[in-house]
């Protein structure tokens, strides 16, 4: 049974730090580019950052300089460090996997940037 899951979200101050991670089970975590993607109430669900297999980060040009992503294959862990957090960035953000014609989401964690 595959899962991703979540965890690091919460409510913090415009200008703060948070970092997302996201454990998986049941798959080969080596072999699957990583993901995190956000949705906004009423919005749709657009990509924040993706790593590939050997480590290639691509950002989305919103969080390009104040997001980074990592994974730790020993861990099967992908994060997500979010620094300088803006009020726009409030959603609820989803963990991926992809592998070919494989794909799995994380039930997500909602970050709320407030003040």
């Known amino acids: 049974q595959v899962q991703l899951v979540e965890s690091g979200g919460g409510l913090v101050q415009p200008g703060g730090s948070l970092r997302l991670s996201c454990a998986a089970s049941g798959i080969i975590f080596s072999i699957y580019n990583m993901g995190w993607y956000r949705q906004a109430p009423g919005k749709q669900r657009d990509l924040v950052a993706t790593?590939?297999?050997?480590?290639?980060?691509n950002y989305a040009d919103s969080v390009k300089g104040r997001f980074t992503i990592s994974r730790d294959n020993a861990k099967n862990t992908v994060y997500l460090q979010m620094n300088s957090l803006k009020p726009e960035d409030t959603a609820v953000y989803y963990c991926?996997?992809?592998?070919?014609?494989?794909?799995?989401w994380g039930q997500g964690t909602q970050v709320t940037v407030s003040s």
């Open positions: 991926n996997a992809v592998q070919q014609y494989r794909e799995y």
């Open positions: 790593i590939t297999t050997i480590g290639w980060p």
